[in-house]
Nanobody, 110 residues
Framework: QVQLVESGGGWVQAGGSLRLSCAAS????????MGWYRQSPGKQRELVAT??HYADSVKGRFTISIDNAKNSVYLQMNSLKPEDTAVYYC?????????WGQGTQVTVSS
């Protein structure tokens, strides 16, 4: 069974930091492209970061990292802004197949 388990979301004030974690099981982590996406209510899900790309809106503030031994991917989020408020999802992508985590809520207050 393939499962991505996320944690680390929360409610923070603008300027604060959070670190999101996503642990993958049931797949060989190293064979998948890992990324973070986010979605606000009523909006499309958007790409936040992969190992090779950051959205312009988060570049310089967010950092993605991977621990291959733990099949885990992390998103360090610094200098958070209210517009970062969203449900954040990790994803494992291999060709046309994509596995999604359940999402973790990040709320940034002004």
């Amino acid at each position: 069974q393939v499962q991505l388990v996320e944690s680390g979301g929360g409610w923070v004030q603008a300027g604060g930091s959070l670190r999101l974690s996503c642990a993958a099981s049931g797949i060989r982590f190293s064979t998948y492209a890992m990324g973070w996406y986010r979605q606000s209510p009523g909006k499309q899900r958007e790409l936040v970061a992969t190992l090779t790309h950051y959205a312009d809106s988060v570049k310089g503030r967010f950092t993605i990292s991977i621990d291959n031994a733990k099949n885990s991917v992390y998103l360090q989020m610094n200098s958070l802004k209210p517009e970062d408020t969203a449900v954040y999802y990790c994803a494992a992508i291999q060709g046309a197949r994509t596995y999604w985590g359940q999402g973790t809520q990040v709320t940034v207050s002004s």
